[in-house]
């Protein structure tokens, strides 16, 4: 089975301000990105799951103009913070890359 | 029918190095505007709870040298936003500084507005019943408020606008908005405010926008109900998917964007390919809400010093976290009638098992690598507490002994000297608030500068 790494164009993570994170899938074709979203891999629960964070924390937006699917979400801890492993929320896109795509 | 304006953005962060061909390109084109920005609050707490700069040096006066050129040659206005990355007054000062001395330098003159945009705490206080968390952070209390070394707030586009009638031909800001120096002049002209600030949005970044994407300059023209954007580097093309798709960028709503006093509504926003490298965008609607803008602020944590460690004997990689939680014992056993546990963290990052993704790893082994890095991380509540603790850390780190060891010289290999490093004072962010305003521009007082 395909997985999300081999579909999309570009799976990128940011913070979008110190206390979010957001996740960008974008994809060069419509019909990968029909495919990828009648494949219900990008969930709020799913992503939820795999970020580790109460589904109420977590939204997805599909935007079919854009050929993007995006997940915002809370960041486990603030950017800067001690504990922070990643200030710009750049290296936590990777968890998409092996999502199964029927 | 009203005349196309061109906003040319020099650089998505000044300072940094403006790539010249794609500058030098947008400079001929003849712009109407001239916007940069020169910060922004993505490198973390740092710079906005110490007040100091990590652009400067000849890079920012290139940049800056560069910009003013511009303005000479074109006769458009200059808008520089978040002077200094946090736009704290110490580092528009600093900015400030650079700007006067490459304008006498180069024999430029010209009237200059500085606004600043740090908010006095006794302000806050005395509205904080109105103060609002943005997103999710907690409840602003005066004790938190306290706690802040400074608390600046992003300016919309009115101060800038304020700056322009007073005849300013160059601005310099403290925090603003990234929309805010692209679009404060067009929405003063009477262009529409959706397609304006969508056209700020996207050009911010420079050439972002584009496909591939880059950071060179790049040109928004508006027109009367549409607005065009093209990357200044030939080589990069703007798409109607490259543009749709960075609309989105660092924001968490890819359709609605906050702003102070309205939204940003891309909901019927259509994307064009005009010609080969430019697209036109129409259907950006503005919805204006109650003003407010976004106050930030951070906290002293305490001070860092940090020791590097290569790891490459497979026996040692085995019982790596064995080594750590008796490392730590043995800390807290030396020090446990002079230092308290409370007064600092000591954090073990295993750059090879769990030290990107932190607690979502969801393969936290070590196995795979014959060689990982490990960084011992200590925050202290003072500097002797975190240079004492690190040393200690790195010193048994170095010598325990663990099940099946063969190499009894050292655990660790340093690649430095000294071995123990500080890394400054540690800060984090405690102000991320919303402060509702009656007018707009009652928090940024504007001064008016003659340079040369």
Known sequence: ?102 | MKPELKIFAASGQLGYGIPEDAFKRGVAAGPHVIGADLGSIDPGPYCLGSGNMVVGGEALRRDIRMVLEAHKSTGAPLLMGSAGTAGRRSQLDAVLEVVESVAKERGLKFRMAVIASDIPKELIESRMDRVKPCGVVPTLTKEELARATGVVAQMGVEPFQRAIDMGAEVIVAGRSCDTSMFAAIPRMRGYDAGLTMHMAKLIECASSCADPGGRDAAMGVIGDGYFTVESMDPKQRCTPVSVAAHSLYEQSDPFLLDEPGGTIDLRASKYEQVDDRRVRVTGSVWSPTPYHVKMEGARLTGYRFVAMCGIRDPRMIAELETVQTETRKVIERTFKDSIDPKDYSLIFRNYGKNAVLGPVEPDPTLVASHEIFVLIDVVGKTESIAKTVCGVAKQFFLHLRYPGILCTSGNVAHPFSPDVMPAGAVYEFNVYHLLPVDDPCELFPIEIRNVG
């Open chain 1, 1 to 102: 089975m395909q997985t999300l790494d081999q579909i999309a164009k570009v799976i990128r993570s940011k913070n979008a301000g110190p206390f979010c994170l957001t996740l960008d899938v974008l994809f060069d074709k419509l019909a990968d990105y029909q495919r990828v979203l009648a494949a219900q891999i990008i969930t709020p629960e799913k992503m939820a799951d795999l970020y580790q964070q109460p589904v109420a924390n977590v939204q997805v937006f599909n935007h079919e103009r854009a050929l993007a699917m995006k997940v915002s979400l809370v960041r486990w801890t603030p950017a800067g913070s001690l504990t922070d492993t990643d200030i710009y929320g750049a290296q936590q896109h990777v968890l998409l890359y092996k999502l199964p795509v029927p």
